[in-house]
């Protein structure tokens, strides 16, 4: 067994860092500096390595047995945690202000594991109309063919939630600003409504980020995320996060797991924890460049609508300001225009903002959004074409400039 590797009584070997109880009386970007380290075990060094693992090897017959009862905390085998796994799933509980957290394989499969593990057939979920179009799809397409039916709700919905529970509705599913559309929701009534029919509630925090939004302090059991967008924070890690608020419901999070035989990769894990190191300063700019090209596209008369929070015209930004301690890069914008190939014009040449999906990473992105292919009770019927756009961490006037010779050709200027 290596040197750095601690031992429980039964010469099992166990896990040992900082864990975020330990940390309360600290600081958001303290946390992030130190917590999921443990330099002592590693020969001083700071990071903890990337453990590559399968096999775990045990001293003797009578550990080896009780492996199972140490699945929760112990390193038992490969596919259910490392000390790197750990270092980044304490990390993001402690600065999110969780019990503990888990990590898996993508956001989707944290949204996924989430979801079932608090669902069996029979059972009924709620859901946001705006949740992310794959949370949808796979209520639809793996959970409604089981038995379990979701029904979605309007996103402004707050305790008003309570006409649509059922008997049988087990958990309230939660994204807020929802996604492309970007509908803040009224999330302590929500869970409140919830709680009090012991309905689970699971908040899709992405767009929050463990810095911006604190779940559990507004009475949410599970928050999950993709790890893949600020964590990591780099575009080149997929990984997901479900934190909770119980060593029961954390406890059920691990089975599910388990059951599933999801694991994620310890380079991504090591990766996403380097990034998390480093998100409290990225989430600042992405939050002061966004809201400078928001406030120029707001003033700009080729566009309809600036769909950000943080923008003082925004519907949510009463909400916003009441429940977030910040907004991160990614908003829409309605545009007036509605001739694809004129849009195509402004946004092909762009220099700076690329096409593509995902953010959370350095580099800016624009895509564009089709809301109503997901939705059936918000329907989106305002005119205009609308873009999604990332702002990432480059010098927003060059952001301003890139966006500026854009609508320079959509007016019909030569590309
Ligand atoms: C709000 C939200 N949740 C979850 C996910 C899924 O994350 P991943 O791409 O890691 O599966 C995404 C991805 O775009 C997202 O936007």
Redesign the pocket.
Known sequence: MPKDTTSDASGAPSRRSLQPAAASDLRDETLLAHVGNDPQRHFGIVNPPVYHASTVLYPTLAAFKRRFEQRYTGVTYGIHGTPTTFALADAVAAVEGGYKAVVVS??????RTALCAFVKSGDHVLAADTV?G??RHFCEKALLPLGIDTTYYDPALGEGIESLFRPNTRVLFL?SPG?LTFEVQDVPALARAARAREIVTIL?N??GTPLYFKPFEHGVDVS??????YIAGHSDV???VITVNTEEHFRRIKDTVALYGDCPGPDDCYLALRGLRTMAVRLARHHASALQVARWLHDRPEVRRVLYPALPSDAGHALWRRDFKGACGLFGVLLRAEDEGAIARMVDPLRLFKLG???GGYESLIIPAFPNETRTVRRWSEPGYLLRLHVGLEHPGDLIEDLRLGFDRLNGAPG
Do not use: R
């Open positions: 993508s956001g989707l499969a944290a949204i992310y794959p949370t994204e996604s899709d992405t767009w999950v995320q993709a790890g893949t967008k997929m990984l997901g999906a995902s953010w």
